[in-house]
Nanobody, 121 residues
């Protein structure tokens, strides 16, 4: 019900846009967020947008570089990632929860498979 895509290999300073396509029960009344997990590190929240699209939040280290948005017609949430750094290398997951975001990956109701982002120096 959540399909993440758009990952890949990019050089430092480059950009990628991740997409999270929702389907089934996940519709306009769901907040959708992005989480990531790097090797040997805990999973962390990167960004999330609430069901209205009016509230979003960002991990401190990505503020000013990443931007989250949603297209209700396509039932898809995007994460535009600019000025990528090697520290952004991780598997990125999208997850959904009714109405509002959760800071915890396991606090989200639906969790999708990840997409690998690798940033080379």
């Amino acid at each position: 019900q959540l399909q993440a895509s758009g990952g890949g290999l990019v050089q430092a300073g480059g950009s990628l846009r991740l997409s999270c396509a929702a389907s089934g029960l996940i519709k306009d009344n769901y907040a959708i967020g992005w989480f990531r997990q790097a090797p040997g590190k805990e999973r962390e929240g990167v960004s999330c947008i609430d069901s209205s699209g009016g509230l979003s939040n960002y991990l401190g280290s990505v503020k000013g570089r990443f931007s989250i948005s949603r297209d209700y017609a396509k039932n898809t949430v995007y994460l535009q990632m600019n000025s990528l750094k090697p520290d952004d290398t991780a598997v990125y997951y999208c997850a959904a929860r009714p109405w509002r975001c959760s800071s915890s990956y396991y606090g989200m109701t639906y969790r999708g498979k990840g997409t690998q982002v690798t940033v080379s120096s």
